[in-house]
T-cell receptor
Framework: DAGITQSPRHKVTETGTPVTLRCHQT?????MYWYRQDPGHGLRLIHY???????DKGEVSDGYSVSRSKTEDFLLTLESATSSQTSVYFC???????????FGPGTRLTVL | KNQVEQSPQSLIILEGKNCTLQ??????????LRWYKQDTGRGPVSLTI?????NTKSNGRYTATLDADTKQSSLHITASQLSDSASYIC??????????FGAGTTVTVRA
């Protein structure tokens, strides 16, 4: 998975609790992305980062925040998880926008 | 709105047979189109990339075609193997960070 790890790989939580997912890369790529994948939908971009402390919203950013304090780490936080955020979350990296994106193994999140 | 439509949603084929997956897109501007393979429980992995001027691109038993005029692409799998069982995702890039993903075609290869 191109030097990308995600943690945890699986998580079950309750509605209203905060959740943080971590993406770690060893490729030193500038761009990092968080996606969610749901049945019947293509991957949808939540947030992306174009450098340390530089982030921007994607198409489904409501209810999510991100932080990038180091090149190698990109965190996704659900401040107060809801059942609609039950999904599989993928982190991806790329050298430049428009380049091939390399995906991590995913985190399966279940919000009860 | 940029959209990527894939068909069929799923298909089942016997080992050794061929199959073709379709992708129609309305993304503009167009930079490139990739086909990704996603095995169950794993992240997508790029199979091929095609730019505007390319009509055909092969990667082993996988052959992708692109018709930029009609905005259609196909992925042909030749002599399928059990390991080809996966979801295949068509992804179109406008050249910036934002990609448009199809919902995928799930291929099941049976012995």
């Amino acid at each position: 998975d191109a030097g990308i790890t995600q943690s945890p790989r699986h998580k079950v939580t309750e509605t209203g609790t905060p959740v943080t997912l971590r993406c770690h890369q060893t490729e030193n790529h500038r761009y990092m992305y968080w996606y969610r994948q749901d049945p019947g939908h293509g991957l949808r971009l939540i947030h992306y980062s174009y450098g340390v402390k530089d982030t921007d919203k994607g198409e489904v950013s409501d209810g999510y925040s991100v932080s990038r304090s180091k090149t190698e780490d990109f965190l996704l936080t659900l401040e107060s998880a809801t059942s609609s955020q039950t999904s599989v979350y993928f982190c991806a990296i790329s050298v430049q926008p428009g380049d091939e994106q390399f995906f991590g193994p995913g985190t399966r999140l279940t919000v009860l | 709105k940029n959209q990527v439509e894939q068909s069929p949603q799923s298909l089942i084929i016997l080992e050794g047979k061929n199959c073709t997956l379709q992708c129609n897109y309305t993304v503009s501007p167009f930079s490139n189109l990739r086909w990704y393979k996603q095995d169950t429980g794993r992240g997508p992995v790029s199979l091929t990339i095609m730019t505007f001027s390319e009509n055909t691109k092969s990667n082993g038993r996988y052959t992708a075609t692109l018709d930029a005029d009609t905005k259609q692409s196909s992925l042909h799998i030749t002599a399928s193997q059990l390991s080809d069982s996966a979801s295949y995702i068509c992804v179109v890039s406008a050249g910036d960070y934002k990609l448009s993903f199809g919902a995928g075609t799930t291929v099941t290869v049976r012995a």
